[in-house]
């Protein structure tokens, strides 16, 4: 079992950026895969990013492809999201999520709190 604590959330003006932090505890964490996921009012939870287990391989929406970046640090037991060129858009609760798994499933296994992510125009 893993616990998973998100930060970095905050109120930006479009074309900002913001960095998003996840904090792990409880178990091994480099036997996870890591992402996030966002939620916004109204709509379906949706994938965001991944990163593997040794922080080498990444993927993301395509709807953030080229402005996000998705890292880890397994030392640390912590993962960032680096988030660029911030549209309306992708104004959201944020979540940090991790699985027992070499990928990232679209179900998984344990969850953080969330941090809100609001753009302004």
């Not at 994938?47 to 402005?67: L, M, N, P, W």
């Not at 037991?77 to 027992?100: H, I, R, W």
Request: charged fraction near 20%; proline fraction near 2%; include cysteine.
């Amino acid at each position: 079992q893993v616990q998973l604590v998100e930060s970095g959330g905050g109120l930006v003006q479009a074309g900002g950026s913001l960095r998003l932090s996840c904090a792990a505890s409880g178990r091994t964490f480099s036997d996870y895969s890591m992402g996030w996921f966002r939620q916004a009012p109204g709509k379906e939870r949706e994938f965001v990013a991944a990163v593997s287990r040794s922080g080498t391989i990444t993927r993301y929406a395509d709807s953030v492809k080229g402005r996000f970046t998705i890292s880890r640090d397994n030392a640390k037991n912590t993962m960032s999201l680096q988030m660029n060129s911030l549209k309306p858009e992708d104004t959201g609760v944020y979540y940090c999520a991790a699985d027992l798994s070499i990928v990232l499933t679209v179900s998984p296994d344990y969850w953080g709190q969330g941090t809100q992510v609001t753009v302004s125009s």
